[in-house]
């Protein structure tokens, strides 16, 4: 709740005149306890997760031909029914984990200093912020997806998530509970060390989201993100990941390429490009 009843006052704090975005977020925010500022994260991630990867979906099912000429798997065809499962599925889980993480989310909010009040944050400010996420998130997730992939972590939990060997978008959130919650660490730890605004926090949960659809979406498009974002790894990076399963010892960042680089976990996948460039192997 902010401390500011009119505009006047908060530009009179301010010390200037109020940007459009601030005064919406003014009339928005004034009257409402912090503690519900939080909680449009869960309406912002569901939107994401349902829109995002429905039209490449839609292409996948109403074209599948055409379709087949950018998927990395051109020779799987998932069914409807096999989508709808996956996104039930995926959304029943997120909810059990989501819903009794908003209990907790306010005080944790408040020990990560995440603020909610007058100004908001630059575009400079929030896309250093980003960086700084993406890269923290991205070098912790490796470590923990390797942790996963051990005998007991694969058998006891991630293999839920590998049952799709050519993913589909709605497979980025499709797993085991445990590994929700296990995931969530990584990409609540950039925010810990560089407190935000909330409303940077929604940014950033819905940014993480959708680079998960799209390294899971199975496509290979002429304006993938790899070509414009230095060490981004993409669909491809990924897809070969669930393309080897449960035995795969390459390509566990999510993000960037360079920790795989850098530990030596890409040389299967070096390999197999290798191969495909040959005309050897084939996805």
Same mark, same amino acid.
């Given at each position: 709740?902010?401390?500011? #009843?009119?505009?006047?006052?908060?530009?009179?704090?301010?010390?200037?005149?109020?940007?459009?975005?601030?005064?919406?977020?003014?009339? @928005?925010?004034?009257?409402? %306890?912090?503690?519900?500022?939080?909680? %449009?994260?869960?309406?912002?991630?569901?939107?994401? $997760?349902?829109?995002?990867?429905?039209?490449?979906?839609?292409?996948?099912?109403?074209? %599948?031909?055409?379709?087949?000429?950018? =998927?990395?798997?051109?020779?799987?065809?998932?069914?409807? #029914?096999?989508?709808?499962?996956? @996104?039930?599925?995926?959304?029943?889980?997120?909810?059990?984990? +989501?819903?009794?993480?908003?209990?907790?989310?306010?005080?944790?909010?408040?020990?990560?200093?995440?603020?909610?009040?007058?100004?908001?944050?630059?575009?400079?400010?929030?896309?250093?912020?980003?960086?700084? $996420?993406?890269?923290?998130?991205?070098?912790?997730?490796?470590?923990?997806?390797?942790?996963?992939?051990?005998?007991?972590?694969?058998?006891?939990?991630?293999?839920?998530?590998?049952?799709?060997? #050519?993913?589909?978008?709605?497979?980025?959130?499709?797993?085991?509970?445990?590994?929700?919650?296990?995931?969530?660490?990584?990409?609540?730890?950039?925010?810990?060390?560089?407190?935000?605004?909330?409303?940077?926090?929604?940014?950033?949960?819905?940014?993480?989201?959708?680079?998960?659809?799209? +390294?899971?979406?199975?496509?290979?498009?002429?304006?993938?993100?790899? =070509?414009?974002?230095?060490?981004?790894?993409?669909?491809?990076?990924?897809?070969?990941?669930?393309?080897?399963?449960?035995?795969?010892?390459?390509?566990?960042?999510?993000?960037?390429?360079?920790?795989?680089?850098? @530990?030596?976990?890409?040389?299967? $996948?070096?390999?197999?490009?290798?191969?495909?460039?040959?005309?050897?192997?084939?996805?």
């Amino acid at each position: 709740m902010l401390p500011y #009843a009119t505009a006047g006052e908060a530009e009179a704090a301010l010390g200037r005149a109020l940007t459009w975005a601030e005064a919406a977020w003014l009339r @928005y925010s004034a009257s409402v %306890p912090d503690r519900y500022l939080h909680w %449009p994260n869960i309406a912002i991630t569901l939107v994401v $997760y349902t829109l995002a990867p429905l039209p490449l979906a839609l292409f996948d099912l109403a074209a %599948p031909a055409a379709a087949a000429l950018y =998927k990395l798997q051109p020779k799987v065809q998932h069914p409807p #029914a096999t989508f709808f499962r996956c @996104y039930m599925d995926a959304v029943r889980v997120s909810l059990l984990i +989501i819903g009794p993480y908003q209990l907790i989310s306010y005080p944790a909010a408040k020990i990560m200093d995440i603020r909610t009040g007058l100004p908001l944050p630059s575009m400079g400010e929030i896309m250093a912020q980003l960086t700084v $996420y993406f890269l923290v998130e991205d070098y912790l997730n490796y470590w923990l997806h390797r942790l996963l992939h051990t005998k007991w972590g694969y058998e006891k939990i991630h293999h839920v998530h590998h049952e799709f060997t #050519a993913p589909m978008a709605y497979a980025a959130w499709y797993g085991h509970w445990a590994e929700m919650l296990i995931l969530a660490v990584p990409s609540l730890a950039g925010p810990a060390l560089v407190p935000c605004h909330v409303t940077t926090l929604w940014i950033w949960f819905a940014a993480r989201l959708v680079e998960s659809l799209n +390294i899971h979406s199975g496509f290979k498009l002429p304006f993938n993100a790899e =070509k414009y974002i230095p060490f981004y790894g993409g669909a491809e990076h990924h897809d070969y990941h669930h393309y080897i399963g449960g035995q795969s010892k390459s390509n566990f960042a999510p993000v960037f390429t360079y920790c795989d680089y850098i @530990y030596g976990t890409d040389k299967g $996948y070096k390999y197999h490009k290798a191969t495909l460039a040959k005309g050897v192997a084939s996805w």
